[in-house]
C-alpha cells in the first residue's frame, strides 16, 4: 500500500495538477514514506521508460504506462475492511457514509464526473472499519455486499472524493459488469487530459 502513495501522487500530479516534473525528496514528504521507499517505486518506472530522472528529480514521459502498471500489480482485495449488505438504495448509502471516508470507484465518478455511464449497485469507499460498525453494525457476509469499505491510510485523507488515477485502478479491480463501462468513459477522460 505504501508504493501506491507515490504512484497516486505522480499521477494526481500529473492528471489533476498538470505537472510532469517532481523531486523524491518532495515526494517522500508529501507522502510520508523515506526517500529510499520513493526511489525504490521509481526503479521499475525508471526501467519502463515512463520516467526520465534528472538531477534534481525525474521527468513523467508516459503517465498512462505508470497508470496501466498501478493499475495491474493493486490488489483491491487485500484492502477490504470491511463489506456489508445495507437494503437501501446506493444513493441513500452515500449520504450515509461516515464524514471522514474517501469515495472511490462508482461514487467517485459520480461526484467528481457529475454523470454516470451506467447504474450500479455497489459504494466503495476508503474509511475506518470501526466507524462503519458504528454506523452501520457488524458485516453482513451473507448477501452480496453493496457497501465495501477500503483500508483509509494518512495520504489519501487529503482528498473527499478520490483522484483520477485511484478511481481508475480500483474501477480496473472490480468484478462486475458496470465496472467496465465506467473503466472505458474513464479511460477516455484520462486521455483527454493527456491529450
Not at 498538470?18 to 521507499?37: M, P, Y
Not at 526501467?47 to 534534481?56: H, L, S, T
Not at 477490504?80 to 461516515?98: A, D, Q
Not at 470507484?105 to 470501526?130: C, L, T
Request: one cysteine or more; charged letters at 35%.
Amino acid at each position: 500500500m505504501k508504493k501506491e502513495r507515490v504512484l497516486r501522487e505522480i499521477l494526481y500530479g500529473v492528471l489533476e495538477r498538470k505537472t510532469r516534473l517532481f523531486k523524491q525528496l518532495e515526494l517522500s514528504r508529501v507522502c510520508g514514506l523515506s526517500l529510499s521507499t520513493v526511489n525504490y517505486v521509481l526503479k521499475p518506472l525508471e526501467q519502463m521508460n515512463a520516467i526520465e530522472k534528472k538531477r534534481f528529480g525525474f521527468i513523467v514521459l508516459d503517465p498512462k504506462k505508470i497508470l496501466l502498471y498501478w493499475a495491474s500489480i493493486r490488489r483491491l482485495e487485500k484492502d477490504i475492511v470491511y463489506r456489508t449488505y445495507l437494503n437501501k438504495p446506493v444513493e441513500k448509502i452515500e449520504s450515509e457514509v461516515p464524514a471522514n471516508s474517501v469515495f472511490t470507484a462508482y461514487s467517485a465518478f459520480k461526484f467528481k464526473f457529475e454523470k454516470i455511464p451506467s447504474e450500479y449497485g455497489e459504494v466503495i469507499v476508503y474509511g475506518k472499519k470501526e466507524d462503519f460498525e458504528r454506523r452501520f453494525g457488524k458485516e453482513e457476509a451473507s448477501l452480496k455486499p453493496n457497501l465495501i469499505v477500503l483500508n483509509l491510510d494518512d495520504h489519501i485523507m487529503k482528498f473527499k472524493i478520490s483522484p483520477i488515477a485511484q478511481i481508475f485502478v480500483d474501477l480496473w479491480n472490480l468484478r462486475s459488469w458496470y465496472a467496465k463501462d465506467f473503466l472505458r468513459k474513464m479511460e477516455e477522460i484520462v486521455d483527454g487530459v493527456l491529450e
